[in-house]
């Protein structure tokens, strides 16, 4: 069990859900990455919700794989849906690129101790969800590359 | 040469309409939605509240009666069909793209016949032909001359200036066929931008028509002609050049 | 003739409304009113609608994507005839697809007549002779993206004739794209993106980009 921390450390990394509206495609819906309203803050929201991905233990395949476990366990995760990786570093860059200063920190919940949430995120800053959407969160996993198993919380 | 003289014809909506005289009811309205469900996936039921113009001196004014009719469609909405049982009527309706007379017409003889197996003979009050065209004029000017693309416009005298909006309604008889028109035609705004739009409804109906179905097609198929005649004489060369006719 | 209410939503978030007239007080002139009225034609099957019996959040999923997909659908057969029949079928399909209720995310809003009406206004005006990929806002904003090798042009249609769009475009030898945006009426759409060369995401030699 990692220790308790609040700021995430800038060399790991956070995963997103990402449904498939919300998914960058071509004209013939071919993934190509994300949209920048994937990291959209929804009104009821203050944060943007992600798993951290190093509170998982074992390879990084074994991460992945138990961070979307947690997300098929806690939401609807359609078969066309997707993940977003993104290392801590490199969003809080993007977004100081483009004015904002945010916090990811970690904020576990009862049914994720991977929880964490980017605070600070500008609610509506178009330019700057399309640079996290193209720039930050580079790593895309598709829901069906990863195998269906049991999943513990 | 094809059956359509222009490859973008202004035609939003065409619809074949027949009004029966007694209501029909609930019964036969379900059956006849069930047989059709083969031809038309989407079904909706149509809540309606009718309010009696001509009163019975038996019933009490004002009456209201709620009934349902059925609005069935094609997935992608282009091709309806409005079953409604007060008005007693049958209405098939083609959105744009319209794809020709010869599948817009099959389609309705395949709908009636489904009809006529399901419901059997009922009086028939009214046949009626209704295309609702919209020429899309380019102009960034908010005024349009309409006597450059039409030639169904009102009259006013040239010192109140020119016309920024318009309609005009008015009803004929088409002597030969027995039927009368209603032409309606207006300034309407256009989806397009830096465009206006002017619209031309063609109606053409006969009341009192035949009842047996080689008589019904052949009238429906006048009246097309009819109003594929109306259309040309209200309309300029102008106007046909935005429609992009085939070329001989 | 009997008159027949039947709840008609006639689509008219394609253009404004008629403004209103003042009512006329005397008989007479009531009698001419509703005379001439008579010469109208009713509203076509085409503008009829059922009205839901059950407000949005209390009908089936299914029903509810349904009936906004039908919604845009039929505003899409208002300039049917100035769209390429091939180009109107495959933006069905995609249509279909952004609504898949396998696909849908709880508390997501399906897409909306009023941006769909400013999606069609600009698609008619800007012309791409490429689709875009389509994605839906939470709120049920209809967005466009066209994906040349890494360059991205991004635009949200808003309800009201508004658009807001981002793009981004690589040098060679930069890992930081340069990226412009505006927010602007849909009717100054092309000359927002003039200065950027569109066409080097609408224009069929564009295409060319890795599926992720």
């Known amino acids: 069990m990692q220790a308790r921390i609040t700021n995430l450390p800038d060399e790991d990394h956070v995963m997103r859900f990402v449904p498939w509206g919300r998914l960058r495609k071509d004209e013939d819906d071919n993934v190509l990455g994300f949209l920048g309203d994937a990291f959209k803050l929804k009104p009821n929201e203050d944060h943007l919700s992600v798993n951290w991905l190093e509170y998982f233990d074992g390879d990084r395949d074994a991460k992945i794989q138990a961070s979307v476990r947690i997300f098929r366990n806690t939401m609807d995760v359609g078969g066309k849906s997707a993940f977003g990786i993104g290392n801590v570093a490199k969003i809080k860059e993007v977004c100081r690129a483009n004015g904002a200063t945010v916090r990811i920190v970690y904020e576990p919940r009862d049914d994720n101790n991977s929880h964490s949430g980017i605070r600070r995120l500008p609610r509506d800053d178009f330019t700057l969800l399309e640079a996290l959407a193209a720039d930050a969160f580079v790593e895309l996993i598709h829901n069906t590359a990863v195998p269906f198993e049991e999943a513990s919380v | 040469m094809p059956e359509q003289p222009y490859k973008r014809p202004p035609i939003t909506e065409a619809v074949i309409g027949i009004r029966f005289a007694d209501p029909i009811d609930s019964v036969t309205l379900d059956k006849v939605a069930a047989a059709l469900k083969p031809l038309y996936p989407r079904e909706d039921i149509l809540r309606g509240i009718q309010i009696p113009f001509n009163l019975t001196p038996t019933l009490p004014s004002p009456q209201t009666i709620e009934q349902a009719g059925y609005r069935l469609s094609s997935l992608d909405q282009t091709q309806i069909l409005i079953l409604m049982p007060i008005p007693p009527s049958l209405t098939m309706s083609q959105l744009a793209p319209y794809p020709g007379w010869d599948q817009f017409f099959g389609r309705f003889s395949k709908d009636w016949g489904v009809w006529k197996r399901s419901v059997g003979y009922r009086k028939i009050i009214r046949v009626g032909v209704r295309y609702i065209n919209r020429i899309d004029i380019p102009t960034a000017d908010p005024v349009v001359y309409e006597e450059e693309f039409l030639n169904v416009y009102p009259h006013i005298p040239e010192v109140l200036g020119p016309m920024m909006q318009y309609a005009v309604q008015t009803q004929l008889q088409i002597r030969d066929i027995g039927c009368i028109l209603t032409l309606n035609s207006s300034v309407v705004p256009s989806p397009l931008i830096g465009h206006r739009a002017f619209v031309i409804d063609i109606d053409i109906g006969k009341d009192s028509p035949p009842q047996n179905d080689d008589a019904i097609y052949e009238l429906i198929n006048r009246i097309r002609v009819a109003k594929n005649r109306v259309f040309e004489t209200c309309i300029t060369d102008r106007a046909r050049e935005l429609f992009e006719p085939w070329l001989e | ?212």
Not at chain 3, 13 to 39: C, D, H, K, Q, W
Not at chain 3, 50 to 68: C, G, W, Y
Not at chain 3, 81 to 95: A, I, N, P, T, V
């Open chain 3, 1 to 212: 003739m009997a008159g027949v209410v039947v709840n008609p939503q006639i689509p008219t978030v394609l253009g404004p409304s008629v403004p209103p007239r003042l009512e006329a007080f005397s008989a007479e002139t009531n009698e001419i009113a509703r005379l001439v009225a008579g010469l109208r034609n009713e509203p076509s099957p085409g503008s009829l609608r059922s009205t839901p019996r059950l407000a949005p959040d209390e009908q089936p999923l299914e029903a509810r994507l349904f009936d906004a997909l039908a919604a845009v659908k039929i505003l899409t057969a208002q300039v049917a005839m100035h769209l390429d029949g091939e180009w109107r079928r495959k933006l069905f399909g995609q249509l279909d697809s952004l609504h898949d209720p396998e696909e849908w995310e709880s508390g997501a809003e399906p897409v909306t007549q009023s941006s769909f009406a400013t999606f069609l206004k600009a698609i008619l005006s800007v012309r791409p002779k490429r689709r875009p990929g389509l994605g839906l806002s939470h709120s049920g904003n209809l967005i466009a993206a066209w994906t040349t090798r890494r360059d991205r042009l991004t635009i949200e249609f808003l309800p009201n004739d508004r658009v807001r769009w981002v793009l981004a475009r690589y040098r060679d030898t930069e890992e930081e794209p340069a990226r412009y945006a505006g927010h602007t009426h849909v009717s100054e759409l092309v000359e927002g993106l003039s200065p950027h060369h569109p066409e080097h995401w609408f224009s069929d030699a564009s295409k060319n980009h890795e599926p992720s």
